[in-house]
């Protein structure tokens, strides 16, 4: 998974600046409605735009992410306003120790490989009656725009192959009330932007660099694909995120 270099680290950071980040990043802080002086652990955390936010609005921030570029750009953007750790979400004992009154873990839990063993860990550092807050994308909703709608569905399953669990946020009700979570709250977040610029042009190139060698596709149809994609200009390509929200049991 991304980022694998100081650069790709940066270009993924980039296009948490762009305006549909933003968007989502204001829902997020909603959702997560974290008062000042509360506790707060933000499960990779990648370039820290949300760990900032939630620092800068009084709440006491500690983040976790495995990635080491990740972890300097999140330092970077937050000086000493938050406390960042390399290290990744896994089994028991993997999570700083809280007890955390709040956990915001967006885009992560659909890379992890054991979601029901990350879901308890994160179970184990909440305060009884604190709030999580999942955000996951259903990656068989993803659609690109222009002709060839037969060879984007194929690369579309390729690329799901490449995804653990690729349409999480459709499994996520049972795993979460068996690692002990209640009263969750589904909310589709519809994700549509040009795709040969910003977040599309770089999902088109972490699709093409992937899919070779699955579903019987080739670096040649891979590279096809994507220029066809990067014809269409500002057409855009859609996706459906989730945000999910429940309470520590
Ligand atoms: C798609 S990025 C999302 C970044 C951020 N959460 C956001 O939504 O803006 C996924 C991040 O999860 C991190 N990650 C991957 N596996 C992880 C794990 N097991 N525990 C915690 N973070 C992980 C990656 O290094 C990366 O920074």
Known sequence: MLPIDRESARRVADTYATAEAAGERARTLELLAARPREQVLVVGCGPGHLVDALAHSGSLVAAIDPDPYM????????????????????????????????????????????????????????????????????????????YGQDRHR?????????????????????????????????????????????????????????????????RDDADAWASGVAACGDEPFSLDRWFLTAQRG
Not at 75 to 80: A, L, M, N, P
Not at 115 to 120: C, P
């Open 71 to 146: 972890v300097a750009l999140a330092r970077e953007r937050c000086g000493d306003r938050a406390t960042i750790s390399q290290r990744g979400l896994a089994g028991p004992g993997s999570a700083p120790d809280g007890p955390f009154d709040a956990v915001a873990c967006l885009q992560v839990l659909e890379f992890v490989d054991d979601v029901g063993a990350s879901l308890r860990e994160l179970h184990r550092v909440l305060r009884p009656g604190g709030r999580l807050l999942v955000l996951d994308t259903d990656w068989a909703s993803l659609h690109w725009p222009g």
């Open 154 to 218: 194929l690369v579309r399953d390729a690329w799901c192959t490449c995804i653990p669990r690729p349409r999480l946020p459709h499994e996520l009700g049972p795993l979460l009330r068996a690692a002990g979570f209640t009263g969750e709250r589904a909310e589709r977040v519809p994700m549509r932007g040009p795709a040969s610029t910003g977040y599309g042009a770089m999902l088109r190139e972490m699709v093409a660099r992937s899919v070779p060698g699955r579903c019987g596709l080739t």
